[in-house]
């Protein structure tokens, strides 16, 4: 079976490779440090940003800041996304069905759980889990298609 947006197998291990190493990250600057990285203090290009409480809103510029959370979140992003779009071994309906499954429920999952933190998490709290929800849709698809994968192999 023809699929379009499949990555080669190989990027796989790359895929897991960047999310190990984002999850590394995160564990060390927010349960170890509980604070961002020091030495990934830095200038960097912005479209629109501004310092943090410091009320100046920068229009493609440069800004000082920390970029622990845009490397945790960018390596999470490519390596999730490498992980969930690379061809398997053997490639077939059966695979691209699980895929579908799987798809379908993470998307399912994820909104049902959005729509009861919406009801249920209010002030600062809920700020962190719209930050969390921008993952949690990845997480669940690879999740559901590597537990089917593994269920239907046995």
Same mark, same amino acid.
């Given at each position: 079976?023809?699929?379009?947006?499949?990555?080669?197998?190989?990027?796989?291990?790359? +895929?897991?490779?960047?999310?190990?190493?984002?999850?590394?990250?995160?564990?060390?600057?927010?349960?170890?440090? =509980?604070?961002?990285?020091?030495?990934?203090?830095?200038?960097?290009?912005?479209?629109?940003?501004?310092?943090?409480?410091?009320?100046?809103?920068?229009?493609?510029?440069?800004?000082?800041?920390?970029?622990?959370?845009?490397?945790? +979140?960018?390596?999470?992003?490519? +390596? +999730?996304?490498?992980?969930?779009?690379? !061809?398997?071994?053997?490639?077939?309906?059966?695979?691209?069905?699980? !895929?579908?499954?799987?798809?379908?429920?993470?998307?399912?999952?994820?909104?049902?759980?959005?729509?009861?933190?919406?009801?249920?998490?209010?002030?600062?709290?809920?700020?962190?889990?719209?930050?969390?929800?921008?993952?949690?849709?990845?997480?669940?698809?690879?999740? !559901?298609?590597?537990?089917?994968? !593994? =269920?239907?192999?046995?």
């Amino acid at each position: 079976m023809e699929t379009k947006f499949l990555l080669p197998h190989s990027c796989k291990k790359i +895929g897991w490779t960047l999310l190990a190493i984002s999850v590394v990250i995160w564990i060390y600057a927010v349960i170890v440090l =509980q604070d961002d990285i020091p030495f990934l203090e830095m200038n960097v290009f912005t479209l629109v940003g501004s310092a943090f409480l410091k009320g100046e809103t920068s229009y493609f510029g440069f800004i000082e800041t920390n970029i622990t959370s845009t490397l945790m +979140g960018s390596l999470f992003l490519i +390596g +999730g996304l490498l992980v969930a779009f690379s !061809r398997e071994k053997i490639e077939d309906e059966f695979i691209s069905k699980l !895929r579908l499954q799987s798809f379908q429920w993470s998307f399912l999952i994820n909104y049902v759980l959005l729509l009861l933190l919406f009801l249920f998490v209010y002030g600062m709290e809920f700020y962190y889990v719209m930050v969390y929800n921008m993952f949690t849709m990845l997480i669940l698809f690879i999740l !559901r298609f590597h537990f089917l994968l !593994r =269920q239907n192999k046995e």
